[in-house]
């Protein structure tokens, strides 16, 4: 989870492969720099408002939850 605890909002760049990237566990262990470009992977950055929380995975269900 992805907490904002702070007063102002804060810009996150969580960045997942494209649906159609399917990236080799043992390539990439070998040589990240190489084989993980920055055009393997979608667009980032969403605002995160103070006393919000999400997922660190976008992807997944949940999304944002209302403040304690």
Sequence with gaps: MLVNDGTRPQLL???TP??????????V???????LSPALFGPAGLILD?????SARPDMAGGDAPPP
């Design 13 to 15: 760049r969580i960045r």
């Design 18 to 27: 494209r649906p159609e990237v399917q990236p080799g566990r043992a390539g």
């Design 29 to 35: 262990g070998a040589d990240p720099a190489a084989r």
């Design 50 to 54: 103070p006393g919000r929380a999400m």
